[in-house]
């Protein structure tokens, strides 16, 4: 069964609604508040903070097509002693969810980075029932918009497939939520001055892009963005989880940064306009 799609969301609407019009603006900026980054020239083997009164940023690509899924594997519910007699749905989703990594590490240009996470499953009523309906949710991260659209495709292709194969069936809800946000560069290069002005030369780190999704995305694709990051971190006071998690915190020197750098790169690029 084809997909279906759904992708209002608040920026979105915003945007719709005309909050980047009348007037227009020539600009945006945003920043986020981040404790654990990577910066450029490091591995994921350490741990790395982005302190209260430094800024991290990355030309280019800075977040990711942030999609979700929901899909509904149907087989045929039988007894768990006669399995012939049903579909079994539990063996065709993981079938399906194996499957579905191999897009990634098989069929996929290495250059092109892609995440595809299952992140919940249910499914079967007793211990001796086979299956009739499995649910997975998950989600997708990619960088290019084109790149995206075929993997879509593929997960489609894939799902067909499997389903048939095993005289089950699929329905899959997907949703794209998040564009990437790519950073302007002429806009980045101009701003960059007036952060190593505000918080020095050090303090300034480039990041590795990340795959999380951000709904600036939307503002951004209208004017020239710029998104970059605020650190919150702080080692001495145990101030180092990260954002949307239960133990968040966050040196609150960090707002004073935030504040300076912000006001800064507004008035500067106000100043260059006249």
Known sequence: ??????????????????????????????LHTTASVQPV????????????????????????NSDRFHIV?????????????????????????????????????????????????????????IADKVELGGTVRTYDGKFRDGVIEQIQRILKGITEAHGASYEMEYRKTYPSILNDQKLVDATLPVFRRIVGEKNVIELIPGMGGEDFSFF?????????RLG??????GITYGAHTPMYDCDEESIKTGVAVMAAAVCDFLDAKK
């Open 73 to 129: 594997i149907n087989g045929k519910m039988a007894h768990g002693s006669a399995p012939h007699k049903g579909v079994d749905a539990i063996a065709v989703a993981a079938e399906a969810v194996m499957a579905l990594q191999m897009i990634k590490s098989r069929q996929t240009n290495t250059r092109q980075p892609l995440v595809i996470s299952i992140g919940m499953i249910s499914g079967g009523q007793r211990e001796n029932i």
């Open 41 to 64: 020239g490091t591995t994921d083997d350490d741990v790395h903070y982005l302190k209260a009164g430094q800024i991290g940023y990355t030309p280019g690509f800075d977040n990711a």
């Open 1 to 30: 069964m084809p997909a279906t799609f759904k992708g209002d969301w608040g920026a979105k609407l915003m945007v719709a609604e005309g909050v980047m019009a009348n007037p227009k603006p020539s600009a945006v900026f945003g």
């Open 220 to 228: 951004a694709q209208v004017v020239p963005g710029f998104f970059f």
């Open 232 to 237: 919150v971190a702080n080692e001495e006071k």
